[in-house]
C-alpha cells in the first residue's frame, strides 16, 4: 500500500520487538523498509524480513556523505603548508552547501574553487556529492 506501517522511538534493536512481533501474527507482505542507518535496525530488518529491500533516505545519505567529506577537508589541512592552510580555511560551509546556493558577493564560489584547485581528492569528493544530490532531484 505505501502506507507507514510503523515508527519507532529508540536506536537499538529493542525498540522494534514490539513491531515484529505483531508484524509475524499480521502476516504482512513487506516488500521495502525506510530507516536511518542504524546498524541496530538494519540487522533487524535483514533477520526479520530477509526479502524486504532497504531503503535509505536522502536526508542521512547526504548527511553521512558530508561527515565524510569534513573529515577528508580537516585531514587535507592538517597536511597542508601554509599558504595551502590559508586557502582551506573557512572552506567547510563552502564544501557543504549546494553549489547553487554559494553567494556570488561574497566570492563563496571563488574560494571554493581555489581550494579545490589545490587538491585533487578533495575536488572529486566535492563533485561526487554534488552529483548524489542530482541523483535526488531527478
Known amino acids: 500500500s505505501g502506507a507507514v506501517v510503523e515508527v ?3 536506536k537499538d534493536a ?5 513491531f515484529w512481533k505483531r508484524l509475524k501474527h499480521s ?21 526479520n524480513l530477509p526479502k524486504a529491500t532497504l531503503v535509505f533516505d536522502h536526508f542521512h545519505i547526504i ?3 558530508n561527515e ?11 597536511e597542508a603548508n601554509a599558504l595551502e592552510k590559508k586557502v582551506f580555511k573557512g572552506t567547510r ?12 558577493e561574497k566570492d563563496e564560489h571563488t574560494r571554493l574553487q581555489e581550494a579545490l584547485r589545490l ?20
Do not use: C, F
Open 63 to 65: 548527511k553521512l556523505y
Open 14 to 18: 529493542q525498540a522494534l520487538v514490539p
Open 119 to 138: 587538491n585533487q581528492p578533495l575536488a572529486t569528493a566535492y563533485y561526487m556529492k554534488e552529483d548524489l544530490r542530482r541523483i535526488w532531484q531527478q
Open 8 to 10: 519507532a522511538q529508540g
Open 93 to 104: 560551509w563552502l564544501l557543504l552547501k549546494t553549489s547553487s546556493k554559494l553567494i556570488v
Open 27 to 47: 502476516r504482512a507482505k513487506i516488500e521495502a523498509v525506510a530507516t536511518d542507518m542504524g546498524l541496530a535496525y538494519i540487522k533487524a530488518v535483514r533477520e
Open 68 to 78: 565524510k567529506l569534513a573529515d577528508l577537508r580537516r585531514t587535507i589541512a592538517r
